[in-house]
């Protein structure tokens, strides 16, 4: 089974014009790379999934599919901590035709097989918290980390409620997101555009809907 470990930073911002500003800012332009194809945007939408009693969410796992264009892929992601919007946990993906009720119904990879291993095939799953996002991104250079930057603008709902989201998201994918130029950089953009370290994910946030 191959398990990659997500890390990224995560900022919230008041609303989606400052999502704007922070992408043709300067200090974001001058670590961009490939200017003319970043930033383009998309709308995904996302559906999370958890047993009727709430199992996964118990294990701290969520369960996840995400359409983008003709683009379908599940995640499946474990023990997520947020400490000053520094995110980090275990994430399966893998692409998928076709929605799921139960745990026997998921199609055979790696996600498959890390739940039947906690729960029986006959278990029921139901989707419970949806988001819609009009999403940006970019590769940034900074020094020696190299980082996915997204916008994201949307809401999440779920049991009758809803709730906007502006946030930037920062994955890292090589270096280290601790390196000190990183840091200055997440600093700047913070005091620049008044920006919060997040507490909680989007799966999180639609948890709270439940309670």
Same mark, same amino acid.
């Given at each position: 089974?191959? &398990?990659? &470990?997500?890390?990224? *930073? =995560?900022?919230?911002?008041?609303?989606?014009? &400052?999502?704007?500003? $922070?992408?043709?800012? =300067?200090?974001? !332009?001058?670590?961009?790379?490939?200017?003319?194809?970043?930033?383009?945007? =998309?709308?995904?939408?996302?559906?999370?999934?958890?047993?009727?009693?709430? /199992?996964?969410?118990?294990?701290?796992?969520?369960?996840?599919?995400? /359409?983008? %264009?003709?683009?379908?892929?599940?995640?499946?992601?474990?023990?997520?901590? *947020?400490?000053?919007?520094?995110?980090?946990?275990?994430?399966?993906?893998?692409?998928?035709?076709?929605?799921?009720?139960?745990? %026997?119904?998921?199609?055979?990879?790696? $996600?498959?097989?890390?739940? !039947?291993?906690?729960?029986? =095939? #006959?278990?029921?799953?139901?989707?419970? *918290?949806?988001?819609?996002?009009?999403?940006?991104?970019? $590769?940034?250079? &900074?020094?020696?980390?190299?980082?996915?930057?997204?916008?994201?603008? +949307?809401?999440?709902?779920?049991?009758?409620?809803?709730?906007?989201?502006?946030?930037?998201?920062?994955?890292?994918? !090589? %270096?280290?997101?601790?390196?000190?130029?990183? !840091?200055?950089?997440?600093?700047?953009?913070?005091?620049?555009?008044?920006?919060?370290?997040?507490?909680? #994910?989007?799966?999180? $946030? +639609?948890?709270?809907?439940?309670?």
């Amino acid at each position: 089974m191959t &398990i990659h &470990i997500e890390q990224e *930073i =995560k900022l919230t911002a008041a609303n989606e014009p &400052i999502l704007e500003k $922070i992408r043709l800012s =300067k200090c974001v !332009q001058d670590v961009l790379l490939d200017k003319k194809d970043a930033f383009e945007p =998309k709308t995904f939408a996302a559906i999370y999934y958890d047993t009727p009693n709430w /199992t996964l969410r118990d294990l701290r796992w969520s369960l996840r599919t995400r /359409t983008e %264009g003709t683009r379908h892929m599940a995640a499946l992601k474990r023990g997520n901590d *947020i400490i000053n919007g520094l995110s980090s946990c275990e994430e399966i993906e893998q692409a998928i035709t076709e929605s799921f009720t139960s745990v %026997g119904a998921l199609p055979q990879g790696d $996600i498959a097989q890390a739940l !039947q291993a906690e729960l029986p =095939k #006959s278990t029921p799953l139901l989707s419970n *918290i949806r988001t819609t996002m009009q999403r940006c991104k970019g $590769i940034l250079q &900074i020094s020696d980390t190299r980082i996915e930057m997204v916008t994201d603008a +949307g809401h999440i709902e779920g049991n009758g409620q809803q709730q906007s989201l502006f946030e930037v998201e920062l994955e890292l994918l !090589q %270096g280290d997101l601790q390196a000190k130029p990183v !840091q200055l950089f997440v600093a700047n953009l913070i005091q620049q555009f008044s920006l919060t370290p997040s507490k909680v #994910s989007k799966h999180q $946030i +639609g948890l709270a809907f439940f309670t």
